[in-house]
């Protein structure tokens, strides 16, 4: 299995860096510039600074250089992918997509795999979701992922052939699944940082979570996946870091909105276009998602957090 990996941000950097210790991988910035000095600084310094990318990881912004890879991860933000696919559909047609982010298209309610299986029906599809901060895995720390493919048998395949000394791969064949909790709990870790920036407490970040939660289970379910998925690292898992971790930009963009602060509008912050996507469904279907719901109606100016915890406390009381 020859490997490549598409979008040069901070996660596709790291996957590169965590796969170039034992084999060759092909590594494509968009940028021709940008490629030319990772290549050359053995760094990425504008996305992830401070770490070496191996002899290993070949840096190209050549996309027929990808011709000989059978595997392409794909490390461009969720609400570009389609835009980015529908530009190499040729290029990549019946090759093994993994798609490594985690969001929901704001335009059509569709998770990463749903767009690459639409603009590349030939290819096999696959999801690598969960727990993992780039800056983790490219220090080499201990990290454990899900790998969701259909086919079962090379959902085997790609579980051993991504996994390493230090990035363990767990596999399920239910994709729906991972992938919606790789992009709900980003939904999730912006609520709980708004009301940490708000100064509601610890307690209340907990009930955020645990709610949260049940959310995620529930919409998990309404999009026919397992909710036991929703248990595992994709789903908790990533809950927990993301939702009480300050290196987390989607739990730092929801610090900002409960502080009042400015945010970047550079950052990548999946959860934001996440949170407008599940809210619309959950309207359109009558789906008891508070949660999601408020976050959206933060993100979009219509609540602020006073608002949105008043709107959450005063619900009717209910059974847990
Ligand atoms: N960072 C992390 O710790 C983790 C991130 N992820 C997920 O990985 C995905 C990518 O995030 P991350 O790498 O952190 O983001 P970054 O903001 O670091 O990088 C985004 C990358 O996408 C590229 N890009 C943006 N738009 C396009 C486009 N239209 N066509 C081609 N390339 C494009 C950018 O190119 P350019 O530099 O030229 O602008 C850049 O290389 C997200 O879904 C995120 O949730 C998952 C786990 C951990
Ligand atoms: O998905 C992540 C960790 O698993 C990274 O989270 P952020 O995109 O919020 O930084």
Redesign the pocket.
């Known amino acids: 299995m020859s490997v490549g990996v598409l ?6 950097t ?1 996957l590169a860096i965590s796969l170039g210790q034992t084999a060759p991988v092909l590594l494509w ?3 021709a510039k ?1 490629a030319q000095l990772m290549h050359q600084n053995r760094e990425n310094k ?2 992830l600074p401070g770490f070496f990318l191996p002899a290993n990881v070949v840096v190209t912004s050549n996309l027929a250089d990808l011709q000989k890879c059978d595997v392409l991860l794909l ?4 609400q ?1 992918l389609r ?2 696919l529908r530009g190499v559909d040729q290029m990549v047609a019946g090759k093994t997509l993994v798609a ?4 929901i298209e704001l335009e059509t309610g569709m998770g990463p795999v749903d767009i690459a299986r639409e603009i590349c029906p030939q290819s096999e599809h696959a999801i690598l ?1 969960g727990p ?4 983790d895995i490219a220090k080499g720390l201990p990290t454990a992922l899900t790998l969701a493919c259909a086919n079962p048998n090379r959902a085997r395949d790609l579980q051993q052939e991504l996994s390493n000394s230090t990035l363990r791969l767990y596999r399920t064949t239910d994709v729906t699944g991972a992938q919606l909790g ?1 992009a709900l709990k ?1 939904v999730i870790a912006i609520a709980c940082g708004a009301a940490i920036g708000a100064r509601l407490g610890e307690s209340a970040r907990a009930a955020l979570m645990t709610r949260g939660n049940a959310e995620m289970q529930r919409y998990a379910q309404f999009k026919g996946a397992d909710p036991a998925t929703l248990s595992g690292l994709s789903g908790f898992g990533d809950l927990v870091l993301t939702c009480t971790s300050d290196l987390s930009r989607n739990y730092r963009f929801g610090l900002s909105l409960g502080a009042g602060k400015a945010f970047d509008p550079e ?2 912050v ?1 959860g934001a276009a996440t949170a407008c996507a599940v809210a619309r469904d959950a309207r359109e279907n009558a789906l008891d998602l508070p949660i999601l719901s408020v976050v959206a109606a933060l993100v979009e100016n219509r609540l602020d957090v006073a608002d949105a915890m008043a709107t959450l406390l005063s619900r009717s009381l209910k059974e847990e």
Not at 7 to 12: H, K, L, R, S
Not at 132 to 135: G, P, T
């Open positions: 979008g040069a941000g901070a996660f596709g790291a910035a968009r940028d940008q504008a996305r490390a461009v933000p969720a570009k835009q980015f490594c982010c985690k969001g979701t993992s901060f780039a800056n790789g980003n950052t990548t999946e």
